[in-house]
């Protein structure tokens, strides 16, 4: 039986400093600027791993001990009620994808408590999303995940991070 190798990501796109560049400028001034968004935090800086993108998973997971923004920074109580109540299948969370357009499906936002750790979730409608991004969401992309107030509801923009700058 022949052995599948398993992919090493490429050191260049390993985790460390937190992108600032012309990706994240134009984010942050459609979110603030044309959406009228506010209270933008940065959630989390990732790579996609292949696993992220798997349609039979259809979720993009971030781990709470990756998380660059505690979650009592960007969630209210009454979210995290939700979010993390098992009986229940988590809030709506509306998205921005790196097309800078507000996705027309909502996801669910989730806690998911594993044996070592607890990960956020954002699930359901992932594939779609993924599918109607991708030309910019792919393995081993760099993305970083950012929450939002629009009309005060909690609201999500993943967009892709390349060539960081200082």
Known sequence: MEKKKKRKMPKTMVCGQVANNDSTDRLKWF?????????MKLVIQKPLYES???????RLNMPVKQLVTRPHEFLTVDEMRVIEDGS??????KEVGPTMRMHEKPLRLKTWHMKN???????T?????VASNKMALKTYTMIQVWSFRKDRELCFAIVP???ERP
Request: no cysteine; charged share 25%.
């Open 125 to 129: 409608k992932w594939n779609e999303f």
């Open 31 to 39: 979110i603030t600027g044309e959406m009228f968004g506010l209270d």
């Open 161 to 163: 991070v390349v060539g």
């Open 117 to 123: 750790t607890n990960n956020f979730v954002l699930k």
């Open 88 to 93: 229940k299948d988590g809030m709506e969370v």
């Open 52 to 58: 992220d993108l798997n349609t039979t998973q259809n």
